[in-house]
């Protein structure tokens, strides 16, 4: 089946680690995107890419990298510079960028701090 | 700049009731898309459904339908008969028509469905 694929479930970051969480798509989509969800709080994006080998910052990408070699791959660091990365992220894809497409989304990662 | 209100953070309901999630937004823009999402406690947020704003008609589907109201500038969705398996928190959201990299998502409504 189609679909996006967060991996892993779980995630356990030490202090001073860098921790990359995967995303993988077959729906063929060109737009992917990563958001980061706060208790009681909406989804905010942290980075989105419209085709391979570019991205954009979203509005929280301090202390996170990305990368898109690939279009089916988007993966996501959370790098020691974020100060407070335990939250649920989840990554999302869609078929283009303009506003009447609707983002899929993978089951998510939640981060948290040892 | 844009912005969606979920006023509801929490609603509790019993089986076979009907219930009402709330949903108001804010844009300059005269085009844009209004959707909602359904995220189960599995973590997947799950399209419901997709309106642009020329488009007033109400929406049924099934026991799910969905007021949209430009004058009040809202978007409501209704669960008709509740059953158990809607139990999930609910976002609305709002994209303008050329990017939805620019998607605001409200806080979300958590709806807990009780047997």
């Known amino acids: 089946d189609g679909g996006i694929t967060q991996s892993p479930k779980y995630l356990f970051r030490k202090e001073g680690q860098n921790v990359t969480l995967s995303c993988e798509q077959n729906?063929?989509?060109?737009?992917m995107y990563w958001y980061r969800q706060d208790p009681g709080q909406g989804l905010r994006l942290i980075y989105y890419?419209?085709?391979?080998?570019?991205?954009q910052k979203g509005d929280i990408a301090e202390g996170y990298s990305v990368s898109r070699e690939k279009k089916e791959s988007f993966p996501l660091t959370v790098t020691s510079a974020q100060k407070n990365p335990t939250a649920f992220y989840l990554c999302?894809?869609?078929?283009?960028?303009?506003?009447?497409?609707?983002?899929?989304f993978g089951d998510g990662t939640r981060l948290s701090i040892l | 700049a844009q912005k969606v209100t979920q006023a509801q953070t929490e609603i509790s309901v019993v089986e076979k009731e009907d219930v009402t999630l709330d949903c108001v937004y804010e844009?300059?823009?005269?085009?844009?898309?209004l959707f909602w999402y359904k995220q189960p406690p599995s973590g997947e947020l799950v399209f419901l459904i997709r309106?642009?704003?020329?488009?007033?008609q109400n929406e049924i589907s099934g026991r799910y339908s969905w007021n949209f109201q430009k004058s009040t500038s809202s978007f409501n969705f209704t669960i008709t008969a509740s059953q158990v398996v809607d139990s999930a928190v609910y976002f609305c959201?709002?994209?303008?028509?050329?990017?939805?990299?620019?998607?605001?998502f409200g806080a979300g409504t958590r709806l807990t469905v009780k047997p």
């Open positions: 890419s419209q085709i391979v080998n570019d991205f």
């Open positions: 309106r642009n704003s020329f488009d007033e």
């Open positions: 844009t300059r823009d005269t085009t844009y898309y």
């Open positions: 729906l063929n989509h060109d737009a």
């Open positions: 959201a709002l994209s303008d028509l050329y990017n939805n990299n620019d998607m605001r």
């Open positions: 999302a894809s869609s078929t283009g960028i303009t506003g009447n497409q609707p983002q899929h």
